[in-house]
């Protein structure tokens, strides 16, 4: 209607300059120009949540070229330093209320975690968990302090794979290792008492480990847990534009890390960018969880769109204004995304 | 880590300027600013809906002063006549594939549509659908366009409630218009067979509603769904600010119809935000479906947690890079909604 359109219409622009603060405009090509903004602290999340979002986010800084292993190495050291005090605080939360072993399973480092006292009902679980770290970082004591927080969480063991990473292990190792870890279970497990998960590139792996597995004829774990999965190695979802920046967690895409961890293979294959995979010979029951300042959140919609097109049992869970990898330790809201994947669990395994 | 830290921080900023574009900074009170920045097309999304993002918003303008009800009246008038373009191309589509009747039920104008193939394993269902439009527009030719729509979508008997509105006819009257259409299906109808959706504001009512038929004692419909819902009249949530001008459907949140709807009533009460409502005595299975740009996605997944929260069955699905209401037309990513919808009414109704 003409008659509206003269009413504060946002018209094309036919150049790019930014609008004014707080004014959009439509550029030529269609891109959305936002004038400078102001995006306040939310009051519709717990305090915790809200103490969270108001803090100064960590800049992962300049990585090194990608050819220079040595400068890598020298880089993954300090990016694990970096997440000591977190592991601290996990370790600190665990407390003596789990065994902790490290052991080797099918060639494989892993973390096997025991609760001193195990849920009842959940005697047969196993909780297979596959850390994040964007592909290449957290392996060793952070693997090790998750492998304690899942078995606290659902009350039943826990194995966190230690999978091999780049720059000396690139793709397929973290999948192959997590498909033979997951391999070994089934000798004394039944499948459906089997659960994986994987948060950020542990979601990637783990949802491109259940692929693998699957093709290569092996019976499907229960359940599968992809919290805010970084299940497409291309980057090429929306959210990575519309919420860089809004996310105070992650800092921006990680096309460095990515390419040191494909070491050259095809980004699009399923086996690295599982959001491209075809579904329809089957896959385990699936809850994503993501939140809608996640700069990932566009990987999760479209990985449980994905799922659904293949008729895949998949739920999709998101917490307002909940940046990538939730708020921290305290926020209630990360109790309900727990409790929200144990009720899952308590659904699809025996 | 300080070591980190000193790498690219974004560090606070003592007062309020913004950044530069491209840019991001912490302000002291915990607010991010963001410099001007570009937002592409999605490459993530069908061509149909690109070509959907790529269009200039239309604005509302300027709504009349609150208490001048003639004013609202002739605004009215222009919203609606500014929608006959779509409800012309809702009737292309329904064509003569849909019988359409306005009748009277239980004193309130219903728009009926009846599928002239009906499918065979619905004709028991009945889809009570409750149109948007702010609170305040979209009644009579839009209404009545939707009842054929939603015919022919689930292949079943539709009713929309042309329920009264504003400025004549303020809260309560909407909720209670299609608490009594809801009763008096009741009246030769299963509870179990009959569902009850809306969009946007339609979202809002259909919520309400089935709250208050609860209250009053009415078994439950088999199914509700809430697309895209205005559920939270005081617009508390992030998206409101995060997706401003993201979205490029609705141009900014809705107070000027939400007081003319509300005329002075609590707009925490559940019967005007939903959101806020106890679904611990039972509430219909839901399903909930928003975009990752809509500008209420915030209503959409605190309705899913809410709704989790009181262990009510609730779905949750988010469109990539979806505003506010779709796709338009043409889109796949809209079809899929849809059978969504359907799937969901195959599982919940009789």
């Known amino acids: 209607m003409s008659e509206k359109k003269e009413i504060g219409e946002i018209s094309a622009m036919s150049d790019d300059r930014f609008p004014a603060p707080g004014a959009a405009a439509l550029a030529a090509d269609g891109s959305l120009l936002l004038g400078a903004r102001r995006i306040p602290l939310p009051a519709s999340v717990s305090p915790q949540a809200r103490a969270f979002l108001a803090m100064p986010r960590v800049m992962l800084g300049e990585r090194p ?12 050291t300090t990016m694990n330093l970096g997440s000591e005090p977190r592991v601290a605080q996990m370790m600190a939360l665990v407390g003596d209320r789990v065994r902790l072993a490290t052991r080797e399973i099918a060639g494989v480092v892993v973390h096997v975690a025991t609760p001193a006292e195990s849920h009842p009902a959940r005697r047969d679980w196993l909780r297979i968990t596959v850390h994040g770290g964007g592909l290449v970082y957290m392996g060793g004591s952070y693997a090790r302090a998750e492998a304690g927080l899942v078995a606290l969480q659902s009350g039943c063991e826990a194995w966190s794979v ?12 973290a999948v192959d290792d997590v498909v033979a870890v997951y391999r070994a279970a ?11 998960s994987g948060a950020s590139a542990g ?13 290569l004829g092996l019976a499907l774990p229960g359940a599968l847990g992809l919290f805010t999965p970084e299940c497409d190695l291309t980057e090429s979802g929306d959210s990575f534009v ?25 980004l ?50 998101v917490w307002e204004a909940m940046p990538h990898g939730g708020f921290g330790f305290d926020a209630p809201e990360n109790a309900d995304a727990r409790c929200e994947f144990n009720d899952f669990l308590e659904r699809h395994l025996g």
């Open 65 to 76: 070229p990608l050819a220079d292993k040595e400068a890598w190495r020298r880089w993954v």
């Open 162 to 173: 230690d999978y091999r990473m780049p720059p000396d292990h690139p793709y397929p190792a």
């Open 186 to 196: 089934l000798a004394t497990r039944a499948p459906g008492s089997v659960a994986i």
């Open 203 to 215: 979601g990637n792996i783990a949802a491109a480990a259940a692929l693998k597995a699957r093709d």
């Open 242 to 266: 519309t919420n860089l920046d809004v996310d105070n967690v992650l800092p921006g895409p990680l096309p460095e890390e990515i390419a040191l961890y494909a070491d050259g293979a095809d």
């Open 268 to 317: 699009r294959h399923p086996y690295l960018s599982p959001l491209f995979g075809d579904f329809t010979p089957g896959y385990p029951p699936t809850q994503i969880q993501t939140g809608t300042r996640d700069l990932f959140l566009s990987n999760s919609v479209r990985m449980h769109r994905a799922l659904r097109a293949a008729g895949v049992t998949a739920e999709l869970h």
